[in-house]
Each structure stands twice: as structure tokens, then as C-alpha cells.
Nanobody, 121 residues
Framework: QVQLVESGGGLVQPGGSTRLSCTAS????????MAWYRQAPGEQRDLVAT???????NYADSVKGRFAISLDNLKKVVYLQMNSLKPEDTAVYYC???????????????WGQGTQVTVSS
């Protein structure tokens, strides 16, 4: 099994910055990719950014140029640096990992519990 624990977030002023972290633990054999999603009240959960173990990244158009995802594969931590924050970035941010664990022949998808980011003055 793989556990994901997010940290960071909180209340940020418009135009400000913050960094989210997500640490993966458990009987991890290999991580294929990690990603950040977000869900605003009454909205669906949307992909924000993805990073693959080989380093490839993808971003939602709404965050391109403002957010940056990075992965410390040795520590199994994924970060989301969020700059130039806007009120519409307010949401619960979830970490997702696609990974194999001991005794599993396939990659499984794991989710963190989410962390709130509120952008407001």
C-alpha cells in the first residue's frame, strides 16, 4: 500500500505564492507519475499538473506560467509551487500517485486527503 500526505496551502493573498508538498510512503516499488488535482466547491476535480518519473510535465492551461510541479524521486515527494495566485485558484488540492507496491503486479492509483488553498484578501 501507498500513503500520500499533503502539506502546505492555507490562506494566501491574491498575487501571492505558496508551495504544496506531498510525501508518498509505504511499500513503494516504483512511482510512474505524481500529479496535483484541485476541486472547488460544487465543481468537479480537475487536473492541475502532472510529472512523470522521467521528468515530463503537463499543466492545465489555467496555471501555465504560474505553477511549477517538481518531483524528488529519492525522497518520494512531489511539490507544487504556486505563484501569482488568483481567487479562482481557491480549492482543495489533492495529490495523486500512480505507483506499484510490494506484492502488486500492476500500477495502482493513490490519492491524498487534500489540502485547502484559499486565495483571498
Amino acid at each position: 500500500q501507498v500513503q500520500l500526505v499533503e502539506s502546505g496551502g492555507g490562506l494566501v493573498q491574491p498575487g501571492g505564492s505558496t508551495r504544496l508538498s506531498c510525501t508518498a510512503s509505504g511499500s513503494i516499488v516504483d512511482i510512474n507519475s505524481m500529479a496535483w488535482y484541485r476541486q472547488a466547491p460544487g465543481e468537479q476535480r480537475d487536473l492541475v499538473a502532472t510529472i512523470f518519473a522521467v521528468g515530463t510535465t503537463n499543466y492545465a492551461d489555467s496555471v501555465k506560467g504560474r505553477f511549477a510541479i517538481s518531483l524528488d524521486n529519492l525522497k518520494k515527494v512531489v511539490y507544487l509551487q504556486m505563484n501569482s495566485l488568483k481567487p479562482e485558484d481557491t480549492a482543495v488540492y489533492y495529490c495523486k500517485a500512480v505507483a506499484t507496491s510490494t506484492g502488486r503486479a500492476y500500477y495502482d492509483t493513490y490519492w491524498g486527503q487534500g489540502t485547502q488553498v484559499t486565495v483571498s484578501s
